[in-house]
């Protein structure tokens, strides 16, 4: 079955750089998204990518795909308190038609 | 209008009760989906609709019925919860095609007493 893999916890302190991982299983996935859910609220888009791109840059967001051994990783440079959320991965599989199948979560904890 | 709108943001319900929940997006999208979401999980797929029509239910119980008037409206409803099936309902539109379209409603946190 479909399982999307993220390490459920990171701890960094302001100014530096988070990495956040994640392995997805569906080769033919064709977008791949990160997702920030702050406590309380909804699911607000951060980044996508198209799965024939390596990478994509976004202000303090990088992106890096790694077709081959289906991971996918979250950078944000010079991370700030505001940053503490959860971050999920997501892909669409062509089997759930256009759905997005979301992984665990990473919380991602920042501290002054 | 860029976004998706659900109501109410909060509901109590009795197991006896029947209740909706509401979302409505005018972006044109012609996909919409239910997601539930238990505190500090990923959300999970419940229902698809695409072009109005039901396109996937994920084994979700008969409880939960959804239904799209229109393109525009999609509604949930509820009768006969479970306390298990308290958490925040999310909804969320796209254009169909992947890419960037997908857009997230603020969800319904629902509490099932």
């Known amino acids: 079955g479909e399982d999307v893999e993220q390490s459920l916890f990171l701890s960094v302190r302001e100014g530096d750089s988070s990495v956040i991982n994640c392995t997805y299983t569906d080769s033919s996935s064709t977008y791949l998204y990160w997702y920030k859910q702050e406590p309380g609220a909804g699911l607000q888009l951060l980044t996508y990518?198209?799965?024939?791109?390596d990478m994509k840059q976004d202000q303090r967001l990088t992106v890096l795909l790694n077709k081959k051994d289906k991971h996918l990783s979250l950078r944000i440079a010079d991370t700030q308190t505001g940053d503490s959320a959860i971050y999920f991965c997501a892909e669409r599989l062509n089997q759930a038609g256009t759905a997005l199948i979301f992984g665990k979560g990473t919380t991602l904890s920042v501290s002054s | 209008d860029t976004e998706v709108t659900q109501t109410p943001k909060h509901l109590v319900m009795g197991m006896t009760n029947k209740k909706s929940l509401k979302c409505e997006q005018h972006?044109?999208?012609?996909?919409m989906y239910w997601y539930k979401q238990k505190a500090k999980k990923p959300p999970e797929l419940m229902f698809v609709?695409?072009?109005?029509?039901?396109?996937i239910n994920e084994s979700v119980p008969s409880r939960f019925s959804p239904e799209c008037p229109n393109s525009s409206l999609l509604n949930l409803h509820l009768h006969a919860l479970q306390p298990e099936d308290s958490a925040l309902y999310l909804c969320a539109s796209s254009q169909g095609t992947g890419s960037n379209g997908y857009t997230f409603g603020s969800g319904t946190r629902l509490t099932v007493v």
């Open positions: 990518i198209f799965s024939n791109m």
């Open positions: 972006m044109g999208h012609r996909a």
């Open positions: 609709y695409s072009y109005e029509k039901l396109s």
